[in-house]
């Protein structure tokens, strides 16, 4: 079973590393000349080219988002599934013993599915406000609103 896990972890590490390294932007392309006016019209304004870290490494970002979160969210229903089945060995067991241990690596295990699926929620946001922003778009404003149930977060683009 840890030999399993270790391998499922040791290839969604992998595949991230692959992913981010493979995903890289390419080349700017050069305007082509004016080849019909020769020159003598006057030359419209070079596009400026957004060098902030994120245009230039807007499809890494969003690959490596995309697969980080369904990785932690396929990882977390993994883990839970083992959970149930380790809860339903210790619903089984007749040795104290076996049941302690039982009960334990169930409480683990899902403790670690709700951890994963956290990080996999917030990954799987993260890469949304990635997607959704444009170099027009000034900072991300961050704020908490008041919930009856209890509070919720606001983002917001400011100029």
Not at 36 to 64: K, N
Not at 127 to 148: K, S
């Amino acid at each position: 079973m840890r030999a399993a896990r270790r391998a499922c972890i040791a290839a969604g590490l992998a595949i991230l590393v692959l992913t981010t390294l493979s995903a890289r932007p390419g080349p700017a392309r050069a305007e082509p000349p004016d080849t019909l006016t020769f020159g003598s019209l006057p030359q419209a304004a070079p596009r400026s080219e957004s060098t902030s870290f994120w245009a230039r490494h807007r499809a890494p970002l969003l690959v490596t988002g995309a697969v980080l979160a369904a990785s932690t969210l396929l990882t977390s229903q993994l883990l839970l599934a083992a959970a149930n089945r380790r809860y339903d060995d210790y619903l089984a067991s007749p040795d104290p013993q076996q049941m302690e241990r039982f009960y334990q690596d169930a409480h683990r295990l899902d403790t670690w599915s709700k951890a994963l699926l956290v990080v996999g929620e917030a990954a799987a946001g993260a890469t949304l406000v990635v997607a959704w922003r444009t170099p027009e778009h000034g900072a991300l404003a961050v704020g908490f609103v008041p919930l009856p149930g209890g509070a919720g977060v606001k983002l917001a683009w400011v100029p």
